[in-house]
Antibody, heavy 115, light 107 residues
Framework: EVQLVQSRAEVKKSGESLRISCKAS????????IGWVRQMPGKGLEWMGI????????KYSPSFQGQVTMSVDKSSSTAYLQWSSLKSSDTAIYYC????????WGQGTLVTVSS | DIQMTQSPSSLSASVGDRVTITCRAS??????LGWFQQKPGKAPKRLIH???TLQSGVPSRFSGSGSGTEFTLTISSLQPEDFATYYC?????????FGGGTKVEIK
């Protein structure tokens, strides 16, 4: 059974850094893409980007290029999403998910950024 | 970027009704389209991939159709557990893009 288990909710202040995680199991992590989806409060879904588990090739959606950094640790089958300086507008639920036909999503990580 | 225009943005329906939701792509995407259901406080759940293939475990009252630029999600007989928000997602070209969502409410 495929599982994507995300890290717990975070409460941060503007300007702080943050890294959230998504641990995958039940499939060959190195042979598949995995990505991140943002959902701001009361809003729709936005695909942020995807990263390949085997070689860390990364594609960012234009709106998120330069705003976040995606990475993976192949040895632990874990994907990461990182901010160097959070803004209040980063307050959202972030989901990890496997694209391209897969039904596998994490449970979501709520990130709250206060000014 | 490929724009996905989803309609309607909301609808009210009764249990047993047939419901249809449409997504239009700004350019042809073959059949590289998925449909998702999201209930409040929950992660989205993929219902359909490749425009018309049901994900394992999804009830057969859900169906998808279309190719190119026009796609449809149909719920043949709406059940109480189907009241939720539905999204389409094009997976043909990066960046992947979602439709704006359709909220299905109880009439």
């Amino acid at each position: 059974e495929v599982q994507l288990v995300q890290s717990r909710a975070e409460v941060k202040k503007s300007g702080e850094s943050l890294r959230i995680s998504c641990k995958a199991s039940g499939y060959s992590f190195a042979n598949h893409w995995i990505g991140w989806v943002r959902q701001m409060p009361g809003k729709g879904l936005e695909w942020m980007g995807i990263i390949y588990g085997g070689d860390s090739e990364t594609k960012y959606s234009p709106s998120f290029q330069g705003q976040v950094t995606m990475s993976v640790d192949k040895s632990s089958s874990t994907a990461y999403l990182q901010w160097s300086s959070l803004k209040s507008s980063d307050t959202a639920i972030y989901y990890c998910a496997r694209p391209y036909g897969s039904g596998d999503w994490g449970q979501g990580t709520l990130v709250t950024v206060s000014s | 970027d490929i724009q996905m225009t989803q309609s309607p943005s909301s609808l009210s329906a009764s249990v047993g009704d047939r419901v249809t939701i449409t997504c239009r792509a700004s350019q042809a995407i073959r059949n590289d389209l998925g449909w998702f259901q999201q209930k409040p406080g929950k992660a989205p759940k993929r219902l359909i991939h490749s425009a018309s293939t049901l994900q394992s475990g999804v009830p057969s009252r859900f169906s998808g159709s279309g190719s190119g630029t026009e796609f449809t999600l149909t719920i043949s007989s709406l059940q109480p557990e189907d009241f939720a928000t539905y999204y389409c997602l094009q997976e043909n070209t990066f960046p992947l893009t979602f439709g704006g969502g359709t909220k299905v409410e109880i009439k």
